[in-house]
């Protein structure tokens, strides 16, 4: 068995990993190295889940570490680069309010208030280690940077990998908060993976360029040739 | 048993649709089973003892009381008149080629899903559970929006499901932290309502307040209230009105009858003194965008879609007064907004159709000669706008007048605020109306305009909602009264 003190340095470790790939999501303008950060950010959190898991023992750790990493690391990933590589789109150099230097600004500044507004909360409920508080501060400064994603991004396939990111915000937070019953962990994936397919099959029609854009809803059964929308 | 009976029913309608050959037969279905729904649940309210205990239900994940029963019944009673509506709607849809033949059937698998969905949120027992559920709506009801055939409705189908699902994720960061005050006050963690509302009293009130502020942000942004309204005006007035009429009537009821919840529970417990006033902020903030809005809006069914996030806000304030009385008048004004909003829908959707060809997106609608072309419309958008606006003997006037009475004994400024921004909406309907209903063509360029002829089907939900609406309002059947007064008691306000 490896030691306690050791695998809550090992979290720590994956907590600033959590933190870059956070961070590389806001600003990169590659679109297909969002997507990998994407898979490299929910694989840490894979890592931080069995990490937790031989530090408390429950099963619920394994199997959510189980479905994560089929999910978020493997399928969704795969999906979305595969629509990417079909509406051809390398690079999201449009924003729509923030630039990528304000954000990462904006994002550390949500960190400390999150990190007061939190330590505020949690005082008065009983002993919560370092380690669990930071996890909590994290997932919810995940969850808002995943949101600064959503919004200032133009492209509506970057915008999905942000409501990802901000997804993988909350099930850092569940882990860390509190043990939350395998079932829900379950639905949320079943409703992310659906929602992931819906909004990319829209963001074809959005994201691809005028001329395309016919073509490839028809090739999705979206819309019919006749019809002329500028 | 019901619960079962829920699901098949919606399975086999499933099954027939994806064998039925035509756009008659699918629909048929939908109405179909609308009306088994509607009279099951009826069954529910006239027979069975409420809270229904039986199998599945009573679980720990399902449970029916007053008030899931109350909203199911909305629920499926608009959606059977708008299932008879999307008969005559769809089909001209599909004449004029702005949905296309091959979508059909996913329309109806959608519209089939959804009431389905629905009906399983406003029954879970289990937070969580109607966290999903009200996810899946989001999810099918903009399915139902992009299907037709315009990028702009891609467009506000994807700003829908952002919007709403980003704050979603808030409303479950919120409802971990629920489940961990459970979890320290009873030993195991559970996020059933009904074990909730009976501790509550012992939840401490720090948590309670961060958890009910991140649980609000995605129920708000579900039902349309500022500032998360931004997806609401687009994505009602570009979706079919059929789907229009649902989106207003039933699916804003999902968030606030989650935020009714969850109000329920912060109530029991000290945090209670600074949601409220939370509450107020954000209803009064509401309203006044929507009036603003409503008051330069040139196109109908945004209008009408603004009225809707007025009403929310209406809600929201009445909710914040928390006695038993303005809580008794708020869910009757669901009850009432729900009936008059479909009714409103409806009605700008048979004007949609004469006057499409003019209808450019977002331009100003150009209506001419009404009375001759669509008199039945006219009346309805009339008689309509006069219910919403809370004129009697329509139900909402009641409802309105004792929130607002009820809100007077809490602070004067408020009401006055109210009073003006909700005059400054019906001025704005008003305006909309005489502006547009009394210009009337030359006779000699009469001609030139093609009247659509309305069939029944969409004639009669109109109507029946109307008449509907005047018999609550000028008896206000004691049964309903009764059924409303039960709620109240069982949310312990």
Redesign the interface.
Known sequence: MIEQVTIEGIIRILFVCVIITAAYIISTRNLLSVVSVYALQSLTLVCIALALYFLEGSVVLLAIAGVTFISKVIIIPYFIATIQEKIRIKRDIEFHYLSPTTSLLISMILMLVIYM?LS???????SRENLFFFGAVL??SL?LMG?MV?FSRKR?IT?VLG?LS??N??LL??MF????PFI?EF??II?LI??VI??TI??V??DSTLED?HKR?HRF????D??E?? | MILIAFVLVSVLSLVIIAFARNHRQMNSVCIGQALIFTTLTAYLVVFQQVPVVSFLIDSQYFFIDHLGLFEVLIATLIFTCAAVYARGYVEGLLKSGELEKGSLKLFYVAWTLLLLVIVLAFISDNLALFWIFAELTTIISAMLIAILSARENIDAAIKYIFVASVSMLFTFAGFIFLFEMSRVSLGTGTLNWTVLMQHATTFPPGMMIASFALVFIGLAAKSGIFPFHTWLPEAHAKAPSAVSAILSGVLLNVGIYGIIRMYAITHQSTAVVTIAPMLTVFGVLTIGIAALSMLPQKNLKKLVAFSSVENMGILLVGLAISTPVSVFWVLFHIMAHSFTKASLFFSSGILHRQYRSRFVSDAADEIKDVFRLQPLAAWGIILGGLAIIGMPPFPLFFSEFFILLQLGTVSLWVLAAMLLLLFISAVALGYFVLMNFTSVSEPEAQTDIEQYRTPASMKVPIIFLLVLLLVIGIFLPSGITGFINQIVTELNF
């Open positions: 507004a505020r909360i949690v005082v008065g409920s009983p997932g919810i969850m949101m959503t509506a915008k409501f901000m997804e915000g909350v937070f569940g908060v509190t043990e939350l829900i639905l949320i409703d659906i929602l819906l909004t829209l963001s029609g959005i854009y809803l059964h979206l819309l019919d006749s019809e929308v500028i």
